[in-house]
DNA sequence: TCCTATCTTGAATGTTCGTTCAAGATAACC
DNA sequence: GGTTATCTTGAACGAACATTCAAGATAGGA
């Protein structure tokens, strides 16, 4: 997994994958066939760690828009961290090996769906706990809260300053949570 | 350039660049040293041509804020079209290349910043010509819009409907350009 | 027409890659 | 302790890679 993200999959040689495994070649194609198996067995194992402290992030103990605030916090540390092993596989694949690897790009666009839907599922909890208007569409907040979070991470390679990066991720956060539903009459100007 | 586009630095061959370009290795190492001379090269081409096109976007015969809505518009299109060769070189030779080549980062974290502070100037001309309030930081502003656009691209690669993404570079046009200044007491919970 | 300087060609090079497999080690069972 | 079944090893393989270079083509000047 962190050799696949500190590398991204074309680069990680078979040499690379010994030293991070242990294992010897023989041993990782009997357990997973070949390279891009052991890249699918990543993945798996990616989304089962990520899920895990997803929820970890959401025990319901305070408001659910704050616990979404520390969650968005988190990742903007991981982003400064300029470690390679805090980014994410899954954007990190799909950007490497979109349109050349249909089954992949699936897979990734159906983890990505399933954070999305985790995360519209906070925003129909907060509209029930009355944190949220109940005049938002959560599906669409979710779908906004994580391209934010796709642009923070690209805007994050720049290497900008902290409070630069913190700055973003609480407009991002503002303008999910705070703003009031936009007038139909400014969006549809074209 | 748009050989490099589709299957990004790494996955292209010598072939494909020979199909691309029509000239034979020797010429190529003739007049761009290495492969990686030659995406230099295609960098500085990619950075003439996409200085042209946002140039084009801003003749300033309409508001400068109308015409920032239809070079958006325009880049939710060339996400929909699926066209890899519209896809920005910048942006994934960053994805790819971050953390393994220092110069390469440098070079397109370079180009990004002057795409920004082009952006940032469009906003110091809005707030001239009364379209802005004064009281909204250009350059905060410039960064929220292209982290925006980043997030817009990456999440355009899972292939989501047309109208959704549309509905999101709507929703990004509008809190950049609409949004009163948020409270500071709204900005530091925490 | 010939000479020279520049450009083009594509086969050859050495390296590195993902992958395989037969030999050896280990463990489990009776 | 002997036999079998499973796992581990790492050398070896062909393919594909970026790169080189000597031979050939081209064009401009005299």
Request: aromatic fraction near 8%; hydrophobic fraction near 35%.
């Amino acid at each position: 997994m962190t050799a696949f993200m500190h590398k991204g999959y074309g680069k990680t040689s078979m040499q690379d994958l010994k030293k991070a495994t242990g294992l010897h070649p023989g041993s990782i194609y009997c357990a997973f066939d070949s390279k891009r198996g052991l890249l699918l067995a990543a993945l798996g194992q990616y989304k089962k760690d990520r899920n895990s402290e997803f929820n970890d992030f959401f025990p319901g103990k305070a408001a659910v828009l704050t616990e979404l605030k520390h969650y968005l916090d988190h990742i903007v540390q991981e982003c400064l961290s300029c470690d390679a092993s805090k980014a994410c596989l899954l954007t990190k694949a799909l950007n490497e090996l979109a349109d050349q690897d249909d089954e992949i790009q699936g897979i990734v666009t159906e983890n990505l769906a399933g954070w999305q839907q985790s995360i519209t599922m906070l925003f129909e909890q907060a509209k029930v706990k009355g944190e949220l208007s109940t005049q938002r569409d959560s599906e669409h907040l979710a779908r906004y809260f994580v391209m934010g979070v796709y642009g923070l991470r690209t805007f994050a390679q720049t290497h900008p300053k902290a409070h630069v990066l913190q700055q973003l991720a609480d407009q991002l956060y503002h303008d999910v949570c705070y703003e009031p539903a936009p007038k139909i009459a400014e969006q549809v100007v074209n």
